[in-house]
């Protein structure tokens, strides 16, 4: 079965830090770009970051640029985002995603299996 | 970035209906323009991929067409596990952008 499991939210402070996980099983993670969705609290989904197969390319939103690292192990199976400098605007419900494809320059084709969200809130 | 705009924003079939929901990019994108489906408190779900192509599993009463800047997403007849949200996500250009959603709720 192909699935996505999410770890590491929780509470942290205005200017802290906090590592996401998202552990990958059932297909071949290396083939496929990954990415991170969040959705505050009543609101829209708002993609974040993805990371390319192999892990040479990085793309993020502009409000989460200079602030968030996105990044992979294959071997592991497991790739991860690193926020630091978080904000209370921060606070959401994070995915991660499979891409259903990738082409070049940023284009995808969808995301087609999500894990089951990871809560982070940010507040002193 | 590109703005995406659904409308309506929630609307409100019976068991059913025929419901269309559309979805206008601010610029053109082909066909890089994607539906979920999202129930709550549950991970968004992939219903069509590429403008028209249904995604493995979903019911055929789900379709899609558009292209370039308008777009639409089909149920031809609701269904009651059909009741919930919808996004619509261009997905050419980084930052990938979604529509702001739209509610179907029971009538």
């Known amino acids: 079965e192909v699935q996505l499991l999410e770890s590491g939210g929780g509470l942290v402070q205005p200017g802290g830090s906090l590592r996401l996980s998202c552990t990958a099983s059932?297909?071949?993670?290396?083939?496929?770009?990954m990415s991170w969705v969040r959705q505050g609290p009543g609101k829209g989904l708002e993609w974040v970051s993805a990371?390319?197969?192999?892990?040479?390319?990085?793309y993020y939103a502009d409000s989460v640029k200079g602030r968030f690292t996105i990044s992979r192990d294959n071997s592991e199976s497991t790739f991860y985002l690193q926020m630091n400098s978080l904000r209370v605007d921060d606070t959401a419900v994070y995915y991660c995603?499979?891409?259903?494809?990738?082409?070049?320059?940023?284009?995808?084709?969808?995301?087609?299996?999500w894990g089951q969200g990871t809560t982070v809130t940010v507040s002193s | 970035d590109i703005q995406m705009t659904q409308s309506p924003s929630s609307l409100s079939a019976s068991v059913g209906d025929r419901v269309t929901i559309t979805c206008r990019a601010s610029q053109a994108i082909g066909t890089f323009l994607n539906w979920y489906q999202q129930t709550p408190g549950k991970a968004p779900n992939l219903l069509i991929h590429?403008?028209?192509t249904l995604q493995s599993g979903v019911p055929s009463r789900f379709s899609g067409n558009g292209f370039g800047t308008d777009f639409s997403l089909i149920i031809s007849s609701l269904q009651p596990e059909d009741f919930a949200t919808y996004y619509c996500q261009q997905s050419l250009h980084i930052p990938w952008t979604f529509g702001q959603g739209t509610k179907v709720e029971i009538k």
């Open positions: 990371i390319s197969g192999s892990g040479g390319a990085t």
């Open positions: 590429s403008a028209s």
């Open positions: 059932g297909f071949t993670f290396g083939s496929y770009a």
């Open positions: 995603a499979k891409d259903l494809g990738f082409g070049g320059n940023g284009a995808g084709f969808g995301m087609d299996v």
